[in-house]
């Protein structure tokens, strides 16, 4: 280590002395006392010849080496990455960007970067109730805050004791049910009944949306309800710099107290819209109906739990209208790949969920000469189609079956995924980060945030970065990498050929399609005992077509095929035990429990 660095660190230590704890002082002069004392004896035992000099310069040494690990061990941390800079005023800059509504800097002091594009396009795509930018710009406007005492030290930590004062978004929507009958009341004052009511009597859309956008309206642009917590802005030195820890407190005091743990600008802009949009239909339940929006964070480990309730079973096919009675806006005009008309297997069992956010169904069928099981899902919001691996962790080593992975996920239903642990090939990313790439063999199925299924081809993507560029180009959250590709925008892929998967032999199959927006068909092929039939990958890719895929992707077959209904195997599997898997591909509901 050169005599400058040495010296320095020399230096930053003595420096940190007075934050240190007494004892750790005592103890370190005593030391350094110690050793001075060894050193002067061996040089005076040098000079008197009781010792050979070059005895003497090893002692000097070796007390040297005795300094270097008894004093510099304890505090590497301190020679290395000495905190330099001051904590307060980390915590200042990022105090001051939230008081002057600078949102952006204020998340990019806690995470290191801070989207924008979120708030630009907050009033777009699911999120576009007007008041969601009135309710933003309110949030926004509201902070400041006061300092309770001073800065505390220790080590690596600071603390900060600081008073937060937020716009807290539950009195102002409340202020808003209150003035809303109050501009109702005034819009049937001034204008003609015919103007105002139906001719069954209801209220015309445009006066509850006029008196509700004026009520928003005189709430969100004028004073803010306060609310206020007292908390400790805490600060860890890493990585050469203070940084403030974002703490749960912190993070719900950003959210206005209603939206839990934003983690950055853009998913606290995304949260506020559906605050926004749920308010709305809970405001104005009683007159016009406005569906509430559900979503699943992106950074949730499972769904939330369904509903027991909304399980059931439909023991007559032709009863499906009374089955999906309130699921129409989900369905909207897409046509059900279910039919009461097909030939079902013997003694099966056809069951379904329905809730606010998704409807899904399973039933067995004789379909081309092949014993398959489905599963069609209709989900409101992107976010309810998800993928579970073993451990949450890429590269876990342990695998699981799959009904344990959908039992730990909340899944409605569920299926195998690539089995990505079994092989070395494959381009697999996970949580929009590109984990292996081996594109040379395989094709890849991408999931967007939208819920899209793109595709690469075996040889397209075949270095991290243009694969991870890809990832980043089309909003990808994760892919799955077994093949291949059997429709791709409603051209079936002719050459089916395949490097895995057993393609030209008869094999239990698994596929997942995309048949609409929102709309997808799980399938397996296989046993449904004590059938054997079985079908080559030609045979999986006719199937799907029929059922109406326009895109469709052939997932890990043999025992690992299977579907997952509420935690339990759906599908007969091989040899009638499941096989344990590292992942599965699954749908859960959006509606938190306290709502259901």
Not at 187 to 207: C, F, G, L, N, T
Not at 434 to 442: D, H, Q
Not at 517 to 542: F, N, S
């Amino acid at each position: 280590m050169p005599f400058k660095i040495v010296r320095e660190s020399f230096l930053r230590m003595f420096d940190a002395l007075p934050t240190l704890p007494a004892w750790r002082i005592r103890f370190l002069y005593i030391l350094v006392v110690l050793v001075l004392a060894s050193i002067l004896l061996t040089i005076v035992l040098a000079v008197k010849k009781k010792t050979r000099f070059l005895t003497g310069v090893l002692g000097i040494l070796s007390a040297a080496l005795i300094i270097l690990i008894c004093i510099f061990y304890p505090y590497v941390n301190m020679l290395y990455a000495h905190p330099s800079g001051n904590p307060a005023e980390e915590a200042g800059a990022f105090l001051n960007a939230l008081s002057e509504g600078r949102i952006n800097d204020a998340y990019d002091a806690l995470y290191g970067s801070a989207s924008v594009t979120g708030i630009q396009a907050q009033a777009s795509g699911l999120y576009s109730e007007p008041t969601a930018t009135l309710y933003f710009d309110y949030l926004k406007s509201g902070y400041s805050y006061e300092y309770l005492g001073d800065m505390s030290v220790t080590d690596l930590v600071a603390s900060v004791p600081v008073r937060i004062y937020y716009s807290d978004l539950n009195a102002a929507s409340a202020r808003v049910d209150e003035l809303f009958d109050t501009e109702l009341d005034g819009i049937i004052q001034s204008h003609a009944v015919r103007e105002v009511y139906k001719d069954d009597d209801s209220y015309q859309e445009w006066v509850v949306e006029e008196a509700y956008k004026n009520a928003s309206e005189a709430v969100l642009t004028g004073a803010s309800e306060k609310a206020c917590a007292d908390l400790l802005i805490t600060l860890e030195f890493k990585n050469g710099k203070w940084t403030i820890l974002p703490t749960d407190e912190l993070l719900t005091v950003l959210g206005g107290g209603v939206c839990a743990n934003p983690t950055s600008a853009e998913i606290l802009s995304d949260k506020v819209a559906l605050y926004a949009n749920n308010t709305k239909s809970t405001i104005l339940a009683d007159l016009v109906y406005i569906p509430k929006l559900y979503s699943i964070p992106e950074d949730a480990l499972c769904g939330y739990v369904p509903a027991d309730d909304k399980f059931h079973e439909l023991t007559d096919p032709f009863m499906i209208a009374e089955a999906t009675a309130g699921s129409e806006r989900l369905i909207g005009d897409e046509q059900l790949v279910f039919d009461p008309n097909v030939t079902f297997a013997p003694g099966q069992h056809i069951y379904y969920y329905a809730d606010e956010s998704m409807f899904a169904i399973v039933w067995k069928e004789f379909c081309n000469n092949c014993y398959c099981n489905f599963a069609e899902v209709f989900i409101a919001d992107p976010s309810q189609l998800r993928r579970k691996i073993a451990g949450d962790t890429y590269g876990y080593g342990v695998q699981m079956y799959a009904s344990q992975l959908a039992s730990q996920a909340n899944a409605v239903v569920a299926m195998n995924g690539d089995f990505y642990k079994f092989r070395s090939i494959g381009l697999t990313v996970y949580d929009r980060t590109v984990c292996r790439c081996e594109g040379t063999y395989l094709d890849t199925c991408f999931f967007d945030t939208q819920g899209n299924m793109i595709f690469s081809y075996a040889g397209e993507l075949t270095t991290k970065e243009e694969a991870q560029q890809f990832v980043d180009d089309n909003d990808i959250l994760f892919s799955v990498s077994f093949g291949p590709v059997l429709i791709d925008n409603g051209v079936p892929k002719e050459n089916l050929n395949y490097r895995i998967g057993e393609t030209m032999q008869s094999y239990s199959r698994s596929a997942i399609g995309q048949v609409g927006e929102g709309h997808y068909l799980m399938m397996t092929i296989g046993h449904v005992y004590p059938y054997r039939e079985c079908c080559p990958l030609k045979g999986a890719q006719d199937i799907m077509l029929l059922k109406h895929c326009y895109n469709a992707y052939t997932l890990d077959g043999g025992q690992t095929a299977e579907i997952i209904w509420r935690d339990s195997p759906y599908s007969y599997v091989d040899w009638g035990v499941e096989r344990t898997v590292s992942d599965i591909i699954y749908f859960a509901t959006a509606v938190p429990e306290d709502e259901q």
